[in-house]
């Protein structure tokens, strides 16, 4: 008998693989060589799993390139400011089949470090909240918005993070906030799935 978890046992589990699986066929479904996929959602909700899920599955015979916006976020306030950045200097850039540039984050010294150069040949991930608003949502053929109640998001956030993330919850929660109420990016989804 197989030790394995039964997916009645997993739910989180069961409806990231079901998401991945759906994603796979609509990645395959657009017939393009370098499909750009936004992944969005609150903190906690599931995006970095799913996302981690879909890169190990990826459809295409290339390999995509993985953009996290935690590596651009310009500290515990630059929700807006990454994507802006990431919009002007990735996504406007790849459409045009342009590369594009994006600056890490060195959060420990509170300053932007080296640049990352985007293959506009390549299919392009972006994973990160904030990052389906009507702009961007223009710019990609797969548009996710992971959606999960209050209480799993921060218990799974602050068992990622822990310490690290415990005194910012709310300064982040209400950045996510107002992205939501501005740019509804679950009505610009081209899926919606919802985590327990």
């Known amino acids: 008998m197989s030790s394995a978890p039964s997916r009645s046992n997993d739910p989180v ?6 998401a991945t699986h759906a994603l796979r066929n609509d990645i395959q479904a657009l017939g393009v060589p370098a499909p750009v996929i936004l992944i969005d959602g609150r903190s906690g909700a599931g995006k ?12 295409l015979d290339a390999s995509p390139q993985l953009l996290a916006l935690d590596s651009t976020y310009p500290g515990w306030d630059g929700l807006d400011a990454a994507v802006e950045d990431v919009t002007r200097n990735v996504l406007i850039p790849h459409a045009a089949g342009q590369q594009g540039r994006w600056r890490r984050w060195d959060w420990g010294a509170g300053e932007y470090a080296e640049s990352h150069g985007v293959d506009p040949g390549l299919a392009l991930v972006i994973e990160g909240s904030g990052i ?3 702009e961007t949502a223009m710019l990609a053929g797969v548009r996710v918005w992971v959606e999960s109640p209050a209480d799993s998001r921060r218990e799974r ?4 993070d822990g310490d690290t993330y415990r005194p910012h919850w709310e300064r982040w929660a209400r950045q996510e906030d107002d992205h939501v109420a501005r740019d509804d990016p679950a009505a610009h989804a081209t899926r919606v799935f919802v985590v327990p």
């Open 13 to 18: 589990g069961q409806v990231l693989t079901d």
């Open 48 to 59: 970095t799993s799913l996302t981690r899920l879909l890169l190990e599955r990826w459809p």
């Open 132 to 134: 389906l608003t009507p």
């Open 157 to 160: 956030a602050l068992e990622r």
